[in-house]
């Protein structure tokens, strides 16, 4: 088995969302050594057909790069594979790693590697190509107990707000919260992973401080880690989550709206915002992401996901509403649609081989973006499509894992699918 040679491969080569120029050579070069006619086309996507295939198989090659990524020294326990001090890559690298062994063994094959699925599905959405396959099997679930056959819609939330500012002499402090759990504002949205810029925003207005800059967070689809502040204020002391440290007196400009942008934080409900108790998912939540200052303006950004395309805009609807009240003007970018759950025959056939090796395999939707979602959508539902995927835990941190023997039973479901149809 070679998947594991060929994810070791991955892991040496660079590829953060919107720096994968190498990667995507690599795997090229890769498609047309084992006979594969190769299309890349602007946003990055390499679509790969060898022979009269039957089913398509599709990741992203893409990661999220937390701690010492791209550097990723990797750990193998024997158990788990992890990267010291960084996030894995796991999600999606396996999934092409997966891929690769398949094309160097089947002849009828179809291969879509996307890319900058982390940052939007912008891969997915910008894909113009015709896939030649009605069946599309994604490799980029997480759970191995899984048939996935749905996913939930998604939206990008800017509100920005301009900056007017007073200049003082005050005392001056650093604020920082650092080196938290972190984890999938999706998948993992429902075990209430703190905050940083949460718990920064709060401490901030419970001690009367004005902001002098505020940043925070590191990928909208990532529970954010880190976030610091410069601010003024008056006797400020570090507690467990808080790191604070003494500038001095000094001269700064503080922002003259301070007071609004935290009460906004503040008051911004962030996490869960339904669940369905009967089939066990999240309906709808969303994630503070990111917040960037420069001179002039603030922008905090948002992503909220919801099962469906109503829940998606009474996301939008509410969110908008409170940032107005605090003064916020908001946009909306990268906007997805739900893929609502089908069971096809499709889903039917590898369900069943996925029951050969693991009993407790079920058909179930997801509550994150998944790109065949995307696909079948462009598709007006003329695709069939289902998701699969070893168990990962904790993507998007630097706790991130992949089990392995969970790597080896779904690689064999893809084999034994592409065999069935060859």
């Given at each position: 088995m070679?998947?594991f040679?060929?994810?070791?491969?991955?892991?040496?080569?660079?590829?953060?969302s919107?720096?994968t120029?190498?990667?995507r050579?690599?795997?090229?070069?890769?498609?047309?050594?084992h006979?594969?006619e190769v299309?890349?086309?602007e946003?990055?996507n390499?679509h790969?057909?060898?022979?009269?295939p039957?089913i398509?198989?599709?990741?992203?090659y893409d990661?999220?790069?937390?701690?010492?990524?791209?550097?990723?020294?990797?750990v193998?326990?024997?158990e788990f594979l992890s990267a010291?001090?960084s996030?894995?890559?796991?999600d999606n690298?396996i999934?092409v790693?997966?891929?690769?062994e398949?094309m160097?063994?089947f002849?009828?094959?179809?291969?879509l590697?996307?890319?900058?699925?982390e940052?939007?599905?912008?891969?997915?959405n910008?894909?113009n190509?015709t896939l030649?396959?009605?069946?599309?099997l994604?490799?980029?679930?997480?759970?191995?107990n899984?048939?996935?056959?749905?996913?939930?819609?998604g939206?990008s939330?800017f509100?920005s707000?301009?900056?007017?500012k007073?200049e003082?002499?005050c005392?001056?402090?650093?604020?920082e919260?650092?080196?938290?759990?972190g984890?999938h504002s999706?998948i993992e949205?429902?075990?209430?992973i703190?905050?940083?810029?949460?718990?920064?925003?709060?401490?901030?207005?419970?001690?009367?401080?004005?902001?002098?800059?505020?940043?925070g967070?590191e990928?909208n689809n990532s529970?954010?880690?880190?976030?610091?502040?410069v601010?003024?204020?008056v006797?400020?002391?570090?507690?467990?989550?808080v790191?604070v440290?003494?500038?001095g007196e000094?001269k700064v400009k503080t922002?003259?709206n301070?007071?609004?942008?935290?009460?906004f934080?503040?008051?911004f409900?962030?996490?869960v915002?339904?669940?369905d108790?009967?089939v066990?998912?999240?309906?709808?939540s969303?994630n503070l992401?990111i917040?960037?200052?420069?001179n002039?303006?603030?922008e905090?950004?948002?992503f909220?996901?919801?099962m469906?395309?109503e829940?998606r805009?009474?996301?939008k609807f509410?969110?908008?509403?409170l940032a107005?009240l605090?003064?916020?003007?908001v946009r909306?970018e990268?906007?997805?649609?739900?893929w609502k759950?089908v069971?096809?025959?499709?889903a039917?056939?590898?369900l069943?081989e996925?029951?050969?090796i693991?009993?407790?395999?079920?058909?179930v939707?997801?509550?994150?973006?998944?790109?065949?979602g995307?696909l079948i959508n462009r598709?007006?539902n003329?695709l069939?499509?289902?998701?699969?995927?070893?168990?990962?835990?904790?993507?998007?941190?630097?706790?991130?894992?992949?089990?392995i023997?969970?790597?080896?039973?779904?690689?064999?479901v893809?084999?034994n699918i592409l065999?069935?149809?060859s």
């Amino acid at each position: 088995m070679k998947v594991f040679e060929y994810f070791e491969q991955i892991c040496k080569i660079p590829h953060c969302s919107f720096e994968t120029d190498e990667l995507r050579e690599y795997l090229t070069q890769f498609a047309k050594k084992h006979k594969f006619e190769v299309a890349t086309d602007e946003f990055g996507n390499i679509h790969a057909i060898k022979g009269e295939p039957k089913i398509c198989l599709q990741a992203h090659y893409d990661m999220v790069c937390v701690g010492l990524a791209p550097n990723l020294e990797l750990v193998n326990d024997g158990e788990f594979l992890s990267a010291k001090g960084s996030s894995l890559g796991s999600d999606n690298g396996i999934g092409v790693a997966i891929i690769m062994e398949m094309m160097s063994k089947f002849d009828n094959l179809e291969v879509l590697i996307t890319n900058n699925e982390e940052v939007g599905l912008l891969g997915a959405n910008g894909f113009n190509g015709t896939l030649k396959s009605k069946n599309i099997l994604n490799l980029d679930s997480e759970d191995e107990n899984g048939v996935f056959i749905g996913c939930a819609s998604g939206v990008s939330i800017f509100a920005s707000i301009n900056l007017s500012k007073n200049e003082q002499i005050c005392q001056v402090y650093e604020v920082e919260v650092s080196g938290l759990q972190g984890g999938h504002s999706g998948i993992e949205i429902i075990k209430n992973i703190p905050n940083a810029i949460k718990i920064l925003a709060k401490f901030l207005a419970q001690n009367g401080c004005e902001l002098v800059s505020l940043r925070g967070g590191e990928r909208n689809n990532s529970i954010p880690v880190n976030a610091k502040a410069v601010v003024a204020g008056v006797n400020l002391s570090s507690n467990e989550m808080v790191k604070v440290k003494s500038l001095g007196e000094q001269k700064v400009k503080t922002l003259a709206n301070s007071k609004q942008i935290l009460a906004f934080i503040n008051a911004f409900s962030q996490g869960v915002r339904s669940y369905d108790e009967s089939v066990g998912v999240v309906l709808d939540s969303i994630n503070l992401s990111i917040i960037k200052q420069d001179n002039d303006a603030l922008e905090i950004e948002f992503f909220a996901r919801s099962m469906s395309d109503e829940g998606r805009e009474e996301l939008k609807f509410q969110t908008l509403n409170l940032a107005s009240l605090a003064g916020f003007k908001v946009r909306f970018e990268e906007e997805t649609q739900a893929w609502k759950p089908v069971v096809s025959e499709f889903a039917k056939d590898i369900l069943g081989e996925m029951k050969k090796i693991n009993k407790d395999a079920k058909m179930v939707a997801v509550h994150a973006g998944l790109e065949c979602g995307v696909l079948i959508n462009r598709a007006k539902n003329s695709l069939q499509a289902c998701s699969i995927g070893p168990n990962i835990y904790s993507p998007h941190s630097i706790n991130e894992k992949c089990e392995i023997k969970s790597v080896e039973k779904i690689s064999k479901v893809v084999e034994n699918i592409l065999k069935k149809y060859s």
